[in-house]
C-alpha cells in the first residue's frame, strides 16, 4: 500500500516511523506548509515531498494519508481526504468539536474510505494487557476508576496553536482526551459529568487543575485528575475491581504496577503477557488492516467522537459553574 503524510511535525515524524516497522506498506509522498519538515521526513524516509494538498492527493496509486496537524485542523483534512477516495488515520484528538467529527464520519461514509483515530493509548502497557483483563473477567467488573495525570508546567516546547484552546481544543483534548477515551475503554458509555477547574495562568491551555467525574450508564463511576500546576508531577492510576484493586504510581514503570486482593498485597506480574509490538506501529497495522478488508477499523471515527463529546462535556461543566451535565453524542 502507498501511503501520504499531512503533517511533519513531531507527530508526522512518529507515524512515519511507526510504518517503517510495516512490510505491507510504504511512505510515498509528505507533505507540510514547513517545507524544510516536510523534507527532513521525506529524506529519512525515501519518500518525495510535495508543496500543496492538491499534489499530496493526485499522488499515483495513493491509498491512505495520516494525518498529523493542529487539532482544528483535522476536520477539514479530513474531509478532503475522503473527498479524493483515500482512507484516513487522523491523530488524536479527532477534533476539537462533535460537529467537525461529526463531518468527518460523513464523509468518510459518504465516500466508503476507512476512517482511524490515533487513541495510541490503548495500544501501550499496561493498558493493553488491562483491557484484556477487562474483557477476560480476570479480576471480576471494575466498578470504579481513577487516574491522575499533572505535570509540573507545559511541555518543553509548547507554543503556537498547543496554546491557543481555540485551535488545540485546550488541555483536555490536547493530552487529556487520551484518558479520557481509557475511561470509556475501562467503563463503557459515559452517563454524566462534572468538572471542577482552576487556572491562574493567562494562557488559555495552563489550566492549574482541573478534575473531571464521570458517571457511567454501566454504574460506575471515575476521576480524572489533570493540571500544569503541580511541582512534583503525577501519572497513575487506582481501577478498583471487583475482586482486587490495582494501582500504579508511574503508568509506564512495570515495577510500580501491584495488584490488592482480599488476602493482601501480591505482585502483579503481567509483563509475560505485554505485547512487545510498538505502540505507533501497532495502531497503524490496525488501520491497514482494516482498509485491506482483513479486520473492522480499531478506533473508529464514532469512538473518536465520544471521546471529543466527553472532552467537550467536561469543559461545560466548568462552564456552567461546574454544575453537572448530561452526556450526549
Not at 215 to 229: H, I, P
Not at 304 to 323: F, H, I, P, Q
Request: hydrophobic share 45%; glycine share 10%; aromatic share 6%.
Amino acid at each position: 500500500m502507498r501511503i501520504g503524510l499531512w503533517g511533519c511535525g513531531q507527530m508526522g515524524a512518529n507515524l512515519a516511523e511507526g510504518l517503517d516497522g510495516i512490510t505491507e506498506a510504504s511512505l510515498v509522498v509528505v507533505f507540510d506548509l514547513d517545507r524544510d519538515a516536510a523534507a527532513a521526513v521525506a529524506s529519512r524516509r525515501g519518500a518525495a515531498a510535495v508543496n500543496s494538498a492538491e499534489e499530496l492527493f493526485a499522488w499515483d496509486g495513493l491509498d491512505g494519508v495520516m494525518i498529523a496537524l493542529p487539532s482544528d485542523m483535522h476536520a477539514p483534512a479530513a474531509v478532503r481526504a475522503a473527498d479524493a477516495g483515500v482512507h484516513v488515520f487522523v491523530e488524536k484528538p479527532m477534533s476539537v468539536d462533535v460537529k467537525s467529527c461529526r463531518d468527518m464520519i460523513d464523509a468518510a461514509r459518504r465516500n466508503g474510505v476507512k476512517l482511524m483515530v490515533g487513541q495510541v493509548l490503548r495500544y501501550y502497557e499496561p493498558y493493553r494487557s488491562i483491557l484484556r483483563c477487562i474483557s477476560d473477567g480476570r479480576f471480576g467488573a471494575l466498578r470504579a476508576a481513577a487516574i491522575c495525570r499533572r505535570t509540573k508546567a507545559l511541555k518543553a516546547g509548547a507554543s503556537g496553536w498547543r496554546l491557543d484552546r481555540r485551535r488545540s481544543g485546550g488541555l483536555l483534548f490536547e493530552v487529556g482526551i487520551h484518558e479520557l477515551d481509557m475511561l470509556r475503554c475501562l467503563l463503557g458509555r459515559p452517563a454524566s459529568v462534572r468538572s471542577l477547574s482552576s487556572r491562574a495562568s493567562d494562557t488559555e491551555n495552563a489550566v492549574d487543575f482541573l478534575s473531571v467525574q464521570i458517571r457511567f450508564a454501566s454504574g460506575g463511576v471515575a476521576t480524572y485528575e489533570t493540571g500544569l500546576g503541580d511541582h512534583s508531577g503525577c501519572y497513575g492510576f487506582r481501577l478498583y475491581f471487583e475482586k482486587a484493586t490495582m494501582i500504579s504510581h508511574s503508568v509506564f514503570d512495570t515495577s510500580a504496577l501491584a495488584l490488592h486482593t482480599a488476602d493482601g498485597t501480591c505482585e502483579l506480574d503481567l509483563e509475560a503477557e505485554w505485547s512487545k509490538e510498538p505502540p505507533v506501529e501497532a495502531e497503524l497495522r490496525g488501520w491497514l488492516s482494516a482498509v485491506r478488508g482483513k479486520a473492522s477499523v480499531p478506533v473508529t471515527g464514532e469512538d473518536g467522537l465520544a471521546s471529543v463529546a466527553l472532552a467537550e462535556a467536561a469543559y461545560r461543566s466548568v462552564d456552567l459553574d461546574e454544575a453537572t451535565v448530561e452526556y450526549s453524542t
